[in-house]
């Protein structure tokens, strides 16, 4: 067996094995003996069959099998071996494929195309900046707060006629260019807050109207081209609601209104649990208390997401693009030539984001411990049981849950990947200036 690398510039390159017979008989030889014990074929009792009628039998797919198994070891204990950091998958070069006879004593060449990860420096110093918001909790972000929780526990009622901050129960049917009811077109029976609506004239479209009003609706101005809030209004995908360019029609069934909940005990106690709050200022300084705590998590969420974009827009090398994008064809089958030239700019983006995580990892040798991963994948599932109830699970059921969580690859390999990231963003602001900047609610959501 013989495998070269030959170098196509300093992010591609092809490697090439080289096969012959006494490379692969054995394997081939042991495979056709495997099968020969456990064969179950009319005429020979089972185990008996001899080798040579399973090689006549089954002895070319025996062949083709084993040899893609060798060259799949040799491929990857070649890349181990040699430390090249491939990006994506080795390809096989198809142009110029021999034709072989595959009758055990052809002499083999395969040629596999790879791209490599650049080398790169990573300058980042002092002199780089990101800014951290200290939120401030302002009366009207907490009053908006208050106000949706006490409709969440309010009374419903059904006025005649909306108002602004209403629901409208009814049937949403999708309409042609001309007006009319698209046939087979997208109908569904849902509801349609006004609160969340944001396009403030066609808010005011939909206040006034009764039962049996039809009124049309243009979805994506609504809601901003909000894909998955129009996903759900629709009851149809987000992909399918990214597309969408049609207006509905909507027939009102019914007019929904949340009362407010009153500040009384009962109110506090479905909230907080029984005794935890007692009077209307202990409501509003718990409230508080959440809402800083959430709007602590959304400022470092936006330092995160400020962090990265940063970087990968200063360390911005080169990618082997054209092998990338062939890579990309080639594992997702149903990827359309326009659906890969959209959306390649964002995957390059967060390779180049591995890149530079990896990186950090390597060059300041920081590990990802499983405590860590089980840890943050406790919290992950504590967080969500909350949302379901005030009371929290017992420490020892929770690690049960976590350990099921785990088992899963799928999952452990997504909270890996995260406890990874948070291990490079710390570093990262070590090595940057994070400048502090109060900021109350209202203006952070102007410029998160």
Do not use: C
């Not at 972000?141 to 129960?169: C, F, H, Q, W």
Request: no cysteine.
């Amino acid at each position: 067996m013989n495998i070269s690398q030959e170098k196509k510039d300093n992010l591609n390159a092809v490697i090439t094995i080289n096969l012959d017979a006494v490379d692969y008989a054995p394997r081939v030889e042991k495979a056709i003996k495997d099968q020969a014990k456990k064969a179950n074929i009319p005429g020979f009792r089972k185990g008996m069959v001899p080798t040579g009628h399973i090689k006549r039998m089954y002895g070319k797919s025996i062949l083709v099998e084993e040899i893609n198994s060798m060259l799949s070891d040799t491929l990857n204990n070649y890349l181990n071996e040699q430390q090249l950091e491939v990006l994506g998958q080795p390809l096989p070069v198809e142009d110029g494929a021999k034709d072989y006879n595959w009758d055990f004593t052809d002499n083999f060449v395969f040629n596999y195309e790879v791209g490599l990860a650049p080398n790169f420096a990573l300058d980042i110093t002092s002199k780089d900046k990101v800014t951290k918001y200290d939120i401030k909790v302002d009366d009207e972000t907490l009053n908006a707060r208050i106000k949706n929780l006490r409709r969440s526990y309010g009374k419903m009622s059904n006025p005649d006629v909306s108002a602004e901050d209403d629901v409208l129960y009814g049937v949403l049917k999708q309409l042609s260019p001309d007006g009319s009811v698209f046939e087979g077109g997208i109908e569904h029976t849902g509801s349609v807050r006004l609160d969340q609506v944001q396009d403030a004239a066609i808010q005011k479209s939909l206040v006034g109207l009764k039962k049996d009003d039809v009124v049309n609706l243009d979805v994506q101005k609504a809601y901003n081209n909000d894909a998955a809030r129009i996903a759900a209004i629709l009851g149809i995908d987000e992909e399918t609601a990214a597309e969408l360019k049609s207006n509905f029609s909507l027939t009102v069934k019914n007019v929904n209104r949340l009362g407010e909940a009153d500040l009384d005990q009962e109110f506090f106690d479905k909230l907080f649990g029984e005794g935890v709050v007692t009077t209307e200022e202990e409501f509003r300084n718990k409230v508080k208390e959440e809402v800083e705590a959430m709007m602590t998590q959304d400022s470092e969420r936006k330092v995160q997401t400020d962090i990265f974009n940063y970087v990968v827009g200063k360390v911005n090398f080169e990618l082997p693009d054209e092998f990338l994008k062939r890579w990309l064809k080639v594992t997702n089958g149903k990827l359309t030539e326009e659906e890969l030239q959209g959306g390649y700019d964002d995957f390059a983006k967060n390779l180049r984001w591995t890149l530079v995580g990896n990186k950090i990892m390597k060059d300041n040798d920081i590990k990802v411990e499983y405590s860590e991963v089980f840890e943050a994948a406790k919290a992950r599932l504590d967080a969500q049981f909350r949302m379901y109830s005030p009371q929290p699970l017992a420490d020892d059921q929770l690690a049960q849950y976590t350990v099921q969580f785990l088992q899963n690859k799928e999952n452990a390999n997504r909270i890996f990947d995260e406890v990874k990231g948070a291990k490079v963003i710390e570093n990262l602001k070590g090595l940057m200036t994070v400048d502090n900047k109060e900021i109350s609610a209202t203006e952070f959501a102007k410029v998160s």
